[in-house]
Nanobody, 120 residues
Framework: QVQLVESGGGLVQAGGSLRLSCAAS????????MGWYRQAPEKQRELVAV???????NYADYVKGRFTLSRDNAKNTVYLQMNSLKPEDTAVYYC??????????????WGQGTQVTVSS
């Protein structure tokens, strides 16, 4: 199992920046994939950016060039630096971690979510 604790959301004007943090309760080396999703009101949850099992990074097209995913292995923490924010980036952002067990069986874990609001 893994617990995920997010921080860093808030209210920002369009064009501004925020950095989200997600601290895991175990070494992120033991986590198969880890990253961020978001969910806007009345919309489905969608991928923002994740580290894959091959240590590559996948970004959604709508954040490429604006958001950067990074990690601090010593702190078991993943960060999402969000620049040039737009009102359409307003959503609850969720940290996600996937563990792979025997079988293989995948286990999905989610943080509590942090609100990001971008005003125009």
């Amino acid at each position: 199992q893994v617990q995920l604790v997010e921080s860093g959301g808030g209210l920002v004007q369009a064009g501004g920046s925020l950095r989200l943090s997600c601290a895991a309760s175990r070494s992120i080396f033991s986590i198969n994939t880890m990253g961020w999703y978001r969910q806007a009101p009345e919309k489905q949850r969608e991928l923002v950016a994740v580290f894959t099992s091959g240590s590559r990074t996948n970004y959604a097209d709508y954040v490429k060039g604006r958001f950067t995913l990074s990690r601090d292995n010593a702190k078991n923490t993943v960060y999402l630096q969000m620049n040039s924010l737009k009102p359409e980036d307003t959503a609850v952002y969720y940290c996600n971690a996937v563990l792979v067990g025997a079988g293989p069986v995948k286990y999905d874990y989610w943080g509590q979510g942090t609100q990001v609001t971008v005003s125009s």
